[in-house]
């Protein structure tokens, strides 16, 4: 009886062994309850049809598959099982003690079970398994009472074997719940923490992402090291910015090596030394670093852990200024431009009235001078004549007043001073050729202005080339851009003259008042627009004039 006794007891944990099989195998509690209520099923089915008898009274491991299947299957295979306990059990009911214990099994048990079912899952293990052990215990003391009142009925006496196999069914029943409960909260427990493991993985790994995805996309150089030294982190950009060593530029292997060894000797012993200041724990620092004309602003950044503060790597940053210095000459520019404007604005009255009034009286004694005289009072009211330029040069540069502007054409106006830069074209022994596109839509302009930028720049291609050579004159109409070009093949500019070009009172020209640039671009911006400059020494040089269509419209 103890053989059979034993077989019912692993038949009735079946289930449980091959749950864990199959989760193993699925890792996952999608399928569970179905799983559950089939092996649940069969094992309450063979652990009836293998049952032993007591004095004609079974005594098998049926209500442990039965109970852990609906505790984990939940109510509808609950109703599956009892349909399945029903259809089996009553056949072999052969008393009436049978079939009122069972009948009353059925009446109490199944309620209690199904709303034990309900919040079965919501519950902590420990509390599962008490509550599993509360309904089991329940359900022995039940039977333990049909089985004494059996025994009275039938008037057998109690034998020592009989206490025996009732006292190892109920305690094995207990013990087989308590331990498949227990088994299946073992594996619950590992694939929690297993999913917890894996989602703090992806989360780690898309923070990883994220922070990569930062470094590739920011327009600073960033090269990050870990506490050995050996670089973790990196973009494209610091490739270009940083001065590394030919082999690791368009290479991948930067990861993982030591930091000293991918930078150049010069520059690159900057980067080392910073680096090993922020892996020594010293305080972030920025410094400038000036490179011919690039100019990079370092900053170093000490890494530590969050919970100890220990140095855990370093982070060196490279940021692009030299826009920004760019911009810084450009505000002294505009602050030159504002002193001259200052200037023009407190000598115009000062000085154009009184060189009016000389020039006046020398023409008045040029009449009343002898002929052989003529040439000093030519050059004296030609001087004057270059005074008042200037200072008209002055006026326009300081004017602040609003334009008016009015759509025009600026075909129109290059073919209205075509003929005037003809003539100047056959005084000098040179060639004009213009060659305007076609559609050029209407601009929003101030002609005045537009006029004498236009004449600027012409006459001055023309000084550039001397007695002979050809400017041509073109337009171009490029999708939101409008370019006018002005090209010459003088002798071109050297590049170190350059970046001086549209500063005030910078000039090539002896006799220039490096006035007439500076003006261009004035009057190019307040129509927002811009001039490029392109040069070639010995072959000439091209001034691109850029009006946006999209900005002329929007003022």
């Known amino acids: 009886m103890l053989k059979e006794l034993l077989l019912q007891f692993i038949v009735s944990l079946v289930p449980v062994f091959a749950f864990q099989l199959w989760f193993n195998k699925e890792q996952s509690w999608k399928g569970m309850p179905a799983f559950m209520g089939i092996l649940c099923g069969l094992s309450m089915i063979l652990c009836m049809l293998t049952a032993t008898t007591v004095f004609g009274y079974e005594a098998d491991f049926r209500l442990i598959p039965y109970l852990i299947g609906a505790l984990y ?16 059990r009553i056949p072999m009911l052969d008393s009436m003690w049978e079939i009122i214990s069972f009948s009353i099994f059925v009446v109490v ?11 079965f899952q919501r519950i902590s293990s420990d509390r599962k398994k008490i509550k599993g052990l509360l309904i089991m215990s329940g359900m022995m003391l039940f039977y333990s009472i049909t089985i004494i009142g059996f025994i009275s009925i039938i008037e057998e006496k109690w034998s020592p074997i009989m206490l025996l196999v009732l006292l190892i069914s109920t305690s094995a029943t207990l ?3 308590w331990l498949s409960i227990f088994m299946i909260e073992n594996v619950r427990e590992k694939q929690q923490l297993f999913d917890e493991v894996k989602h703090l993985s992806v989360k780690y790994r898309n923070e990883v992402e994220k922070l990569q995805q930062f470094i590739d996309e920011t327009s600073f150089g960033v090269i990050i090291v870990d506490g050995d030294g050996a670089i973790t982190h990196f973009n494209e950009i610091a490739k270009t910015l940083l001065s590394l060593k030919p082999k690791y530029i368009g290479a991948r292997e930067l990861l993982g090596t ?15 030394n910073l680096l090993n200041q922020a892996l020594s724990g010293e305080k972030s620092s920025q410094i400038p670093l000036v490179s011919g004309e690039k100019m990079l602003l370092l ?3 000490t890494l530590r852990m969050p919970l ?51 020039r006046g009286f020398v023409q008045l004694i040029q009449e009343r001078s002898p002929k052989s005289h003529e040439e000093y009072f030519r050059i004296v009211i ?48 040179q060639l004009l050729e213009v060659s305007l596109c076609e559609d050029m839509p209407l601009l929003m302009m101030n002609n005045r202005e537009i006029k004498q930028l236009f004449l600027n720049l012409a006459r001055n291609g023309m000084e550039a080339m001397g007695n002979k050579g050809s400017l041509h004159i073109s337009t171009r109409c ?34 220039g008042t490096g006035l007439g640039l500076p003006l261009c671009l004035s009057i190019a911006e307040r129509h927002n627009g811009c001039i490029d400059v392109e040069s070639r020494e010995g072959e000439g040089t091209t001034f691109i004039v850029t009006f946006f269509l999209s900005r002329v419209l929007a003022s």
Do not use: C, W
């Not at 503060?309 to 826009?323: F, K, P, R, W, Y």
């Not at 370019?483 to 093949?489: V, Y």
């Open 382 to 429: 030609e001087e004057l004549d270059r005074a008042n330029m200037i200072i008209s040069d002055f006026l326009s540069l300081a004017q602040n007043r609003a334009l008016i502007m009015e759509p025009s054409s600026l075909h129109d106006i290059i073919n209205e001073l075509v003929p005037l830069l003809n003539a100047d074209a056959n005084l000098r022994g």
């Open 175 to 177: 013990f087989a719940t």
């Open 299 to 301: 900053t170093t950044i």
């Open 258 to 272: 030591s930091f000293p060894l991918v930078f150049q000797s010069g520059e690159g012993e900057t980067y080392v």
């Open 109 to 119: 048990f199944v309620p209690i079970i199904l709303m034990a079912t309900r919040r």
């Open 73 to 88: 299957g939940g109510g509808p295979t609950l109703i599956l099982l009892t349909l399945l306990y029903i259809g089996i």
């Open 308 to 358: 100890d503060e220990q140095n855990s790597g370093a982070a060196l940053i490279a940021q692009d200024v030299t826009e920004l210095r760019h911009l810084q000459d450009e505000v002294g520019r505009m602050e030159r431009l504002s002193l001259v404007g200052q200037m023009a604005a407190s000598i115009t009255h000062e000085i154009r009235n009184p060189m009016a009034v000389i």
């Open 478 to 511: 490029l999708g939101d851009k409008v370019e006018l070009r002005i090209e010459d093949q003088g002798i071109g500019i050297p590049p170190e003259q350059m970046k001086h070009l549209f500063e005030p009172f910078f000039s090539t020209k002896t006799q």
